[in-house]
Every structure is written in C-alpha cells, then in structure tokens.
C-alpha cells in the first residue's frame, strides 16, 4: 500500500484524501489550521465538479448548507437598485456554498478513511527515487511514497519544492477581506454589491449567517496574510468615507475574529510536480475572484487520483494536460472579471451598471 502525505485539509486537499483512500493509498493530511477554518466567501459548485461530489455521496449535505442566493443586486450609495441580475445557482445548475462548509463536509467525508494532522505543516522535504522524507515543525519525521501540496496560494510544499513564492505568484492589483455578517441578512435571497470607483462591498445571503466581503484594487504590499490587526486597519483606511451600510460593515470587521484577508493572485508554474512531489488546487493554479476555485480544486483533486492510480510513470504529467486544460479558460477570463466586478474608474462603473441593466438575463 502507498503511502501518501497530502499537505492542506481544505477543498483539494480532503477530496484528494476521499479518493486516493478509496483507491487503496495511505493517506496523511498535515494542516497547519488548528481546525477547520470558519469562514470564507461562498463558493461555485459547478461543472466538473459536480460528478465528484455526487460520487462521494456529499451533494445532499451540500444543498442542505447551499445558500439561497437568487440573484445579485447593484446599488448605489443610498442602498437603491441599479440593477438585478439572476445567478446559474439560483436556477438550481449549480451549488453555491459558504467555502467553511463546504471544506467541513468534504472533510467529515474524508476522516474516517485518512489521517489528519491538525496544528502542524511541513519543514523540509528530501526526496529520493523512491520516496520522499519529511520532516513536520511537530510531528516525527516521517517517509512517504508521495507528497501532493494542497495547501493553497502560499504553499508551503511549493516554496520548499519550487522554490520563493515571488517567482509564480502574481498579485492581480487586487485584495479581498471577508468575515461573517453577524447574524442572519435582510435579503436572504439577494448577493448586495455596492461599489465605487476600485472599490466593491459585497453583504452575502447564507443559511444561518451571511457574509461580508471588501474587494479593493491596490498596489501589492508585503503584507502577512497572518497579520489580522494590519489586515483591519488597510481596510478601514481603504474604506473609511464609503457610504451606503460600509460603517456599519466595518465595524462587524474591526470586532470579528474569523477575518480573511489577501492580496488576489494568479499562481503561474511551468510544471506542478518534480519526482514525487505535486500541487493541486490554488497551490497549482490559483486563478478565482468569484469562487469557481473550488469547482476547479475538486476536479483538479480527482484527475490526480486518477493519475496516481493508474501506476503509470507519466502519471503527473497526464494529470497536469488534462486539468491545465481546464484553468487555461478561468485564467483567461480574471482580468475581465476583475474590471466587472471592481471598475476602476467612475466611467467603467457607470459603463458596467448600464451594461448589467441591459442584460436581458436580468429579473
């Protein structure tokens, strides 16, 4: 049995674990979390994704944690309608799910089959024709057969395989913060999107608790990505005179404790393996400002299982053909959803609104 470790517990890293245990692997999962995260925009289950979580038995859970969201909402400042457009999900062709639960129901999938390390990450790798040996910040050194970095944009297998994550990380001009709402949304069907000029608030329905996110075009900084007390403070400057229900929205951010904050990047690599070490998932190929991600992380996590089951030594390589086939389009089309969803300028937002108006898919 081949024993391997998979380094993040989150969308690729547990529907990696699911189905390389299910195909006779050994499977370790190392997080460096102390548990699952809390919180997270909603995010697309969608396209190819969808035969992977109908196979793992997990799309009941999912429509049971779906949010309810129908359609989204352009406002201007004093909260009035610009426009309305319907969402796929809401015409029920797809899942739209909060990122946590998501994660939390592809893990409750994924542990009785797997072992989960929680509150610990790799340190080093030294890999041989045969193996690679490992070496935690806690947990005894251990050897593996493989080693699959699943753990996201600032990939700790990709630095310590590839090498210093400024050469394949592309900051787009853009950074995101989302917490929760706080309680339950006064549109329980309605994503709420009020922009201003490189700026975009967005309120998102959720079952129980809706979402807040801050969208803002910004030089790329060396900001920590651990650093919540700075990460509230860029925002507060960013946003201290936006009106509309942003006061009240920043003051849910300066007292919240489940607060995501990044710059928004595209990952660029000229391979996702080197011997028995690979990537998945944004680790790869993060390309996603509106949650389809994940679609991709599920996918992407299932074409490796294939791969590595088939004991085939081009296996990595028919993984990465098949599934850069499908980023090849989403990374495409970010810089276009990047200006539709933050114009710059008063006239690109002027020019967005009437086009969205004019959308005849609009309800």
């Known amino acids: 049995m081949e024993n391997v470790l998979i380094c ?3 969308v690729a890293g547990s529907t990696l674990a699911y189905w390389l245990a299910r195909n006779g692997f050994k499977v370790t999962v190392v997080e460096r979390a102390q548990g699952m995260r809390s919180s997270g925009n909603p995010v697309d289950v969608r396209g190819p994704a969808l035969p992977v979580v109908e196979a793992m038995g997990v799309v009941g859970r999912l429509r049971d944690v779906a949010t309810r969201a129908k359609r989204v909402c352009l406002l201007d400042g004093d909260g009035r309608r610009i426009a309305t457009v319907g969402l796929s999900a809401g015409k029920g062709e797809e899942l739209e799910v909060p990122r946590s639960d998501l994660v939390t129901v592809l893990h409750e999938a994924a ?9 610990d990450t ?8 045969h193996g690679v040996d490992v070496t935690f910040d806690r947990a005894a050194p251990r050897r593996f057969d493989f080693v699959i970095g699943a753990d996201g944009l600032h990939s700790a297998v990709r630095r310590l ?6 050469s394949f990380v592309r900051p787009m001009g853009f950074f995101v913060a989302t917490t929760s709402f706080g309680g339950p949304v006064d549109h329980p069907e309605d994503v709420l999107l009020h922009n201003t000029p490189g700026r ?16 803002f075009r910004a030089q790329a900084e060396n900001v920590d990505h651990r650093d919540t007390a700075r990460h509230k ?19 849910r951010l300066r007292e919240a404790d489940d607060v995501f904050f990044d710059a928004v990047s595209v990952v ?20 996603s400002l509106l949650g389809e991600g994940s679609s991709l992380a599920i996918a992407g996590a299932y074409t490796l299982t294939t791969a590595l089951t088939s004991a085939s030594p081009t296996g990595f390589g028919q993984y990465e053909a098949e599934h850069r086939a499908r980023v090849r389009p989403a990374r495409r089309t970010a810089k276009m959803t990047a200006a539709m969803l933050v114009p710059k300028t008063g006239i690109g937002l002027a020019t967005r609104n ?7 898919w609009s309800v």
């Open 8 to 10: 993040g517990a989150g």
């Open 111 to 119: 542990r009785g089959d797997a072992e989960f390390l929680f509150d």
């Open 122 to 129: 790799i340190a080093e790798l030294r890999q041989d024709e």
């Open 161 to 166: 395989t590839f090498g210093a994550e400024r």
């Open 200 to 215: 975009l608030v967005a309120v998102h329905p959720s079952r129980d608790d809706g979402g807040v996110a801050f969208i």
């Open 233 to 251: 403070r860029i925002v507060t400057a960013v946003y201290g005179d936006a009106g509309w229900r942003v006061p009240e929205l920043l003051e």
């Open 268 to 287: 660029d690599l000229p391979s996702w393996s080197r011997g028995r070490i690979a990537l998945v998932g944004d680790a790869a190929s993060c390309v």
């Open 354 to 360: 009437l086009a969205a108006r004019a959308w005849r």
